[in-house]
């Protein structure tokens, strides 16, 4: 591929502009400067502008350990942007797999691929998500029962679907809850339903995809191709 057509893709710049880029002396090829639009780049080319590298055309899927505080959209009047802890170029074609409230932390998939994040979100895909729950009541007994059989939660037409219920700690009122559907606010409305209130959610994975444990809150890393397959 040309130089001046992959800046074209990567960058969402004109030709015209990628020409302007390559004149300043803003890309390198390999570590090495490179000002002629014409010269061929491909898988094994290592291409940066700005001292940024600028991966191959193509699909974008990334993780990030979503810190609290911070929403999953392109722009908050109240808060900041999750998309402020990415540093990657065309930021305004990328969008999230399934968003987290303000206040949740943990697992979120970032993605170019509407096609493959509509397999996380869409309802008939029944994509898995396991979420660590911290309740200011104690379990109740009845609680794994009522959530494998389904909750009514208000102003919803029926029943949840099934969902897991694991408890990880009785004394500080801390379970795993495995949920196959994201209505808006689901956790925290199925555990009001039971007279109880989440005083803290963090999500840990999104079908087989776990939440990096080398990842700090605020990081993120490109997803292995095993994970984007897994989907």
Request: charged share 30%.
């Amino acid at each position: 591929m040309r130089l001046d057509k992959f800046l074209c893709e990567t960058l969402g710049v004109t030709r015209r502009e990628a020409t302007i880029l390559l004149r300043r002396g803003e890309v390198t090829v390999d570590g090495n400067t490179v000002k002629v639009a014409s010269v061929k780049v491909g898988e094994e080319s290592h291409v940066e502008w700005q001292e940024r590298h600028l991966p191959m055309p193509g699909p974008r899927y990334f993780m990030l350990f979503k810190p609290d505080g911070f929403v999953c959209s392109h722009e908050d009047s109240n808060n900041p942007t999750a998309f402020t802890l990415l540093d990657e170029v065309n930021m305004d074609k990328l969008h999230f797999a399934g968003r987290l409230d303000v206040d949740t932390t943990g697992l979120v998939l970032i993605t170019d691929d509407g096609q493959w994040s509509h397999r996380i979100t869409s309802p008939k895909h029944k994509c898995e998500k396991t979420y660590r729950v911290w309740l200011e009541d104690a379990i109740g007994d009845d609680y794994e029962q009522q959530l494998q059989d389904g909750i009514q939660l208000r102003n919803e037409k029926g029943l949840t679907l099934p969902a897991k219920m694991e408890v990880v700690d009785f004394s500080q009122n801390e379970l795993l809850l495995t949920i196959s559907e994201g209505k808006y606010h689901q956790v925290k409305r199925m555990f009001a339903a039971l007279g109880n209130k989440v005083e803290q959610l963090h999500r840990e994975s999104i079908g087989t995809i776990v939440l990096d444990e080398s990842l700090e809150p605020g990081e993120y890393r490109p997803l292995t191709a095993e994970e984007v397959a897994s989907i």
